[in-house]
């Protein structure tokens, strides 16, 4: 899935409801870090819980 696939599924949900679940799905689907990708160079800045992306 790209970016483009994600912005016009968002666009086809009519309430933030969808919208929300949508997102929170996404995430349960993505695999867990690995521990050594846990680092400042992929921490989310701004972000209220540790967080990182990769």
Request: net charge negative; with cysteine.
């Amino acid at each position: 899935m790209n970016f483009d696939n994600i912005i016009d599924d968002f666009q086809f949900l009519d309430n933030w409801e969808d919208k929300y679940k949508y997102i929170i799905d996404m995430g349960n689907s993505l695999s867990t870090l690995k521990s050594i990708d846990y680092n400042d160079h992929n921490k989310v800045e701004g972000c209220a819980i540790s967080l990182a992306c990769c």
